[in-house]
């Protein structure tokens, strides 16, 4: 998995000084790192009943759906406020600089149904915290989290302990 983090190009001073940012468009355009990196998020749930895979606004929305058609499971956006039409279940989380807020179709997972969530990145733990909980309340079974990268220093991993959570690199 660390041949992975070739493709992964790191930004320093981005968005603001002092901060390293992982690019991954420099992965996402090589067809070998981007299928290597779609297989390493599926692969650790193949076999295990998945009915949906929830991707999280903006970045999740390129690995949840081809993660879903490889486990053969239906894909659900979760969007920022006001993008979605239908009636919708909401979720508020902190921020290190404030709150936010995240919305998906009411109807978009089912009671017992087993949900996992993918994004591309697990940095503090909030934002997959609060899509988690979503889900739950709509009836759903969290199955696991997925993600491309791990901040590890950033601790997000102990924000989500109850959940089976799978990161393809570690940095």
Excluded: C
Excluded at 33 to 55: C, E, M, P, S, T
Excluded at 70 to 75: D, I
């Amino acid at each position: 998995m660390e041949d992975l983090k070739r493709w992964i190009r790191e930004v320093p001073d981005f968005p603001k000084k002092g901060i390293l940012f992982y690019d991954i468009t420099t992965l996402l355009k090589e067809p070998a790192g981007l299928h290597w990196a779609v297989d390493l998020l599926a692969n650790h749930y193949v076999g295990q009943l998945i009915h949906r895979v929830v991707g999280i606004e903006a970045r999740g929305f390129i690995f949840a759906p081809m993660v879903a058609y490889r486990l053969n499971a239906g894909f659900v956006p979760v969007r920022k406020p006001n993008k979605l039409p239908a009636e919708k279940a909401r979720a508020e989380y902190t921020l290190e600089y404030g709150r936010d807020t995240l919305e998906m179709h009411k109807d978009a997972i089912e009671p017992g149904q087993n949900v996992l969530v993918i994004d591309d990145l697990l940095a503090t733990g909030g934002t997959a915290a609060a899509v988690a909980s979503m889900v739950e309340s709509l009836g759903g079974k969290v199955a696991g989290l997925g993600f491309l990268i791990e901040l590890v220093f950033l601790n997000g991993r102990q924000k989500l302990a109850p959940y089976d959570l799978h990161s393809v690199l570690q940095y």
